[in-house]
Each structure stands twice: as C-alpha cells, then as structure tokens.
T-cell receptor, first 114, second 109 residues
C-alpha cells in the first residue's frame, strides 16, 4: 500500500539555522499538508498546498516558513531561522483529487532546536 | 473558531469491557468529524469519519449535533486497541483538520 514518507526522522539544529523537512506524498495525490505537534500539545495545521500554490495557511505559518514542491515527487517545508519553540514533530500529509478525501499522514520528522 | 475537546488524557479499561472516548466540538456550521488513531511507533491513520457511518475494528461514533459530540465507542475492548486516539474536525470549504489533544487508551489483559 502506498505511504507518505518523510526524511529525516530526526533533525537536530541550532537556533537561527535553516532547516528543510522533506516529504514524498502518495504519488497520485494532489493536496499536500504540513502539521506540527509540540510535545504534549495538539496536532496543529500549518499549511495546505494545491496546484503549486498555498491554498490555506494558519497563523503559525509566518514568514519564517515556506513550502515548495521542487519536482514531481517531493514536498518540502523550510524554516528559515529556527527558534527554540519550533521544536516539534512535523507531519506531512496528502490527499487525493479532492480535499474532502482522507488525509494520509507520514511518520513525522522530529525537529529539535538547541 | 473551531475547537475540539477530548476531556480524557488517559483512559484505562480491561479487555472485554466497553470503552467510550469522548469528543466535543465547537463549530457553528456543519462540520465533518473524524477519529484518527496512532498505534505505538506508527503513523496517524484514519479510523472512521462520521459521514460514512461505518464500524471499523468494532468502533462506532455517532455525531450528536445537539450535544456537539462525536464520542467513539466499542462494546468489547481488545488489547490491540491500545493506542492514542485523536478526534478531528474539518469545516466546510476548509482543508485543515482541527485536532483534539488526544486520549491515550490502554486496554489491560
């Protein structure tokens, strides 16, 4: 069964550094998402992406964040200058040809900012 | 703003006992409600959604608009049901899922 994959599984970075989290969505899916979960808190929506542009974003997704689909398979989340409070589990998800379809989640990347 | 509340952080039952995981939501429109499950060391996966009205792994959930609830129930819990359960809401026209904090269910032998 096809799955969403994410790399790396764990990323440690220093405050102020840029990080890029990578995701490979399910191949025939058209909607892509990033969520994050700070330890002990809720899974929170960051952004959705469709047709090569952001379709919806939350207040968390400020100018420090950006998303890109650089080729036909990868979907990336970039954090320009990481802060301690960016430490979280970041989940990528994808869904089919309608955003009403089920969102399939990746295993997550644990980002630790020191 | 939409909100999903799962009042129980932890829930522990014995195998064979009934289990109910509570979920309340606040949203003025017609939401779509979901239950997601995360087994140990596995990814979040959809368990069921209210519009399909189906039973998955013996679990059911009924949307009660009067009480704004979407509680997850199973008449006889199994040890393999031990997992983290998240209730989530999607409002019409939006793509984002709004999650509750989750309930960790432990089914003891």
């Amino acid at each position: 069964e096809p799955e969403v994959t994410q790399t790396p599984s764990h990323q440690v970075t220093q405050m102020g550094q840029e990080v890029i989290l990578r995701c490979v969505p399910i191949s025939n899916h058209l909607y892509f998402y990033w969520y994050r979960q700070i330890l002990g808190q809720k899974v929170e929506f960051l952004v959705s992406f469709y047709n090569n542009e952001i379709s919806e974003k939350s207040e968390i997704f400020d100018d420090q964040f950006s998303v890109e689909r650089p080729d036909g398979s990868n979907f990336t989340l970039k954090i320009r200058s990481t802060k301690l409070e960016d430490s979280a589990m970041y989940f990528c998800a994808s869904s089919g040809d309608s955003h009403s379809y089920e969102q399939y989640f990746g295993p997550g990347t644990r980002l630790t900012v020191t | 703003a939409q909100r999903v509340t799962q009042p129980e952080k932890l829930l522990s039952v014995f195998k064979g006992a009934p289990v109910e995981l509570k979920c309340n939501y606040s949203y003025s429109g017609s939401p779509e409600l979901f239950w997601y499950v995360q087994y140990s060391r596995q990814r979040l996966q959809l368990l069921l959604r209210h519009i399909s009205r189906e039973s998955i792994k013996g679990f059911t959930a009924d949307l009660n608009k009067g009480e704004t609830s979407f509680h997850l129930k199973k008449p006889f819990a199994q040890e393999e049901d031990s997992a983290m359960y998240y209730c989530a809401l999607k409002q019409g026209g939006s793509e984002k899922l709004v999650f509750g904090k989750g309930t960790k269910l432990t089914v003891n032998p």
